[in-house]
């Protein structure tokens, strides 16, 4: 990946660059705002996903990026319940809109990658932490 350096942001006073990197960020920040996204996910070679860590938001998020255009693929894990074609449909929107707005590139394609489903956990009920409590003095 190489950073852009189209001819139509060179400016009077000098050029803008964009790194490859940013547009993985803001793909990465697009796609855990959507509803029904547990976290993301390296890929299958990429070992253990981030559970909406927000540490690494480029995690699991792959672009390649021309002149004036961008294409992009997500890789994710979602929370179970959620239909999936929704999800990916709105990832899609998602991603789309918040690159074209903030960088001017046109995005000709989002891939959506679901590596995994999570579960929810059940929550303890709080009667038994309390038994347990007052069982060991």
Known sequence: MSTIAPDYVKTDIGSIQIAPEVIEIIAGLATVEVQGVAGMSGGLAGGIAELLG??????????????????????????????????????????????????????????????????KQAEKPVEEETAAAHRVK
């Open 54 to 119: 927000r540490k690494n938001l480029s995690k699991g998020v792959k672009v390649e990026v021309g002149q004036r255009e961008a294409a992009i693929d997500v890789s994710i894990i979602i929370e179970y319940g959620n239909r999936i074609p929704e999800v990916a449909s709105d990832i899609q929107n998602n991603v789309k809109n918040a690159i074209e707005s903030m960088t001017g590139l046109n995005v000709v394609e989002v891939n959506v990658h679901i590596h995994d489903v999570h579960f």
